[in-house]
């Protein structure tokens, strides 16, 4: 089972530990062949919407710094409980925020 992993924005500022302790656990992850992809995401991305024969291009940022998504990471793991634990472990690696988890359906 697929999922994807994302991280909404903090005000927190990472340091050189938390950079170590993220690489460890990236590694650790990439070794077991559960992470498939993870990055940060620029805060304002490009909305595009069709509506009819319309297509509209809007420059974002579209929500609250607090509401952005500022990360992702996809994994392949056996269970949605699996999938929980791995977030669990990386909201304590980076502390205080909010993750949401998503199965991923499909190839």
């Known amino acids: 089972m697929r999922y994807?992993?994302?991280?909404?924005?903090t005000d927190t500022v990472p340091d050189d530990k938390l950079f170590a302790e993220m690489a460890k656990f990236v590694e650790e992850l990439t070794a077991a062949g559960v992470l498939l992809a993870t990055g940060g995401l620029?805060?304002?991305?490009?909305?595009?919407?069709?509506?009819g024969d319309t297509i509209t291009v809007t420059d974002g940022p579209f929500t609250e710094a607090k509401e952005a998504v500022a990360g992702f990471a996809?994994?392949?793991v056996r269970?949605?409980?699996e999938a929980i634990e791995l977030t669990r472990r990386f909201r304590k690696i980076v502390g205080d925020g909010e993750s949401v988890i998503q199965q991923v359906f499909g190839p």
Request: aromatic share 0%; no cysteine; net charge neutral.
């Open 74 to 76: 996809l994994v392949e």
């Open 4 to 9: 994807l992993m994302t991280t909404k924005a």
């Open 79 to 81: 269970s949605k409980e």
């Open 42 to 51: 620029e805060a304002g991305g490009v909305r595009v919407a069709s509506s």
